[in-house]
C-alpha cells in the first residue's frame, strides 16, 4: 500500500512565523503535490513536484514556497504565516506521466493561525 | 472559469437507498481523465473509481459505478445500496492531458449523510 505521511495533523502559530510542513512518500513516486482546503471551494493546488529540485507553482502559490530535495519528501514553506492561511493542507503523490494514475494523500494537517 | 462543477453542497439519503451524486465538467481537450474521491471525517482522500474520456464503458468499482455523459460533459458517481459509512465528503475531480502536468482540478464537494 502506498503511504503519505504528514508531519502534523493539527499546528497551531502566531501570525509571522515561518511554517514548515513536511510530507514524506514510501513508493518512489515521481510527483508530489500540497493542496489547501477550504469549505465550499474543494481543494486547490499550491505547488508540485515532478522531480527532485523541481517544482512548478500551482492555482494558489503567493504566501508559500516548497523544497524537494529527496524524491521522497516535499515541504511546503509559509514564510511569514499570516490568518487567511488558516486552512486544512493535504499532500499527494502519484507515480509517473499516465494521465490515469492517480493521486495518493496524505492525512492532511489542520493549522490555526492566530 | 469553473472547470468541474458539483451542485450539491449536501445531501442525506436513506441507508441502502442508491445516491447520485453529480459532477458536470468543463475542458476542450479530447484526452482527460475523471476521478472521485471519498473524504470521511478522518481528512484522507480516499481515491474510489477512474474514467477517462475514451473508455467505452462506464467504470464500476464494486458499488460504485460512473454514470459517463461525455456530450453532456457530466461524470455522476453512483452507490448502490448505501451504507452509514458512506457518510463522507464527495469530491470529483479532472484531469487534462497532455498538459497540466498531472495536475487534477477539483470540485467543491458534496456532503453525503446517510441516515440509519
Known amino acids: 500500500d502506498v503511504k503519505v505521511t504528514q508531519s502534523s495533523r493539527y499546528l497551531v502559530k502566531r501570525t509571522g512565523e515561518k511554517v514548515f510542513l513536511e510530507c514524506v512518500q514510501d513508493?518512489?513516486?515521481?510527483?508530489m503535490f500540497w493542496y489547501r482546503q477550504d469549505p465550499g471551494l474543494g481543494l486547490r493546488l499550491i505547488y508540485f513536484?515532478?522531480?527532485?529540485?523541481?517544482?512548478e507553482k500551482g492555482d494558489i502559490p503567493e504566501g508559500y514556497s516548497v523544497s524537494r530535495e529527496k524524491k521522497e519528501r516535499f515541504s511546503l514553506i509559509l514564510e511569514s504565516a499570516s490568518t487567511n492561511q488558516t486552512s486544512m493542507y493535504l499532500c499527494?503523490?502519484?507515480?509517473?506521466?499516465?494521465?490515469?494514475?492517480?493521486?495518493?494523500f496524505g492525512p492532511g494537517t489542520r493549522l490555526l493561525v492566530l | 472559469a469553473q472547470k468541474i462543477t458539483q451542485t450539491q453542497p449536501g445531501m442525506f439519503v436513506q441507508e441502502k437507498e442508491a445516491v447520485t451524486l453529480d459532477c458536470t465538467y468543463d475542458?476542450?481537450?479530447?484526452?482527460?481523465?475523471l476521478f472521485w474521491y471519498k473524504q470521511p471525517s478522518s481528512g484522507e482522500m480516499i481515491f474510489l473509481i477512474y474514467?477517462?474520456?475514451?473508455?467505452?464503458q462506464n467504470a464500476t468499482e464494486g458499488r460504485y459505478s460512473l454514470n459517463f455523459q461525455k456530450a453532456r460533459k457530466s461524470a455522476n458517481l453512483v452507490i448502490s445500496a448505501s451504507q452509514l459509512g458512506d457518510s463522507a465528503m464527495y469530491f470529483c475531480?479532472?484531469?487534462?492531458?497532455?498538459?497540466?502536468?498531472?495536475?487534477?482540478?477539483f470540485g467543491q464537494g458534496t456532503r453525503l449523510t446517510i441516515n440509519p
Open positions: 499527494a503523490s502519484s507515480l509517473g506521466q499516465r494521465y490515469q494514475e492517480t493521486q495518493y
Open positions: 513508493m518512489d513516486h515521481e510527483n
Open positions: 513536484s515532478y522531480d527532485v529540485k523541481m517544482k
Open positions: 475542458t476542450s481537450d479530447p484526452s482527460y481523465g
Open positions: 474514467q477517462g474520456s475514451y473508455d467505452q
Open positions: 475531480a479532472m484531469r487534462e492531458a497532455p498538459r497540466g502536468a498531472q495536475k487534477l482540478v
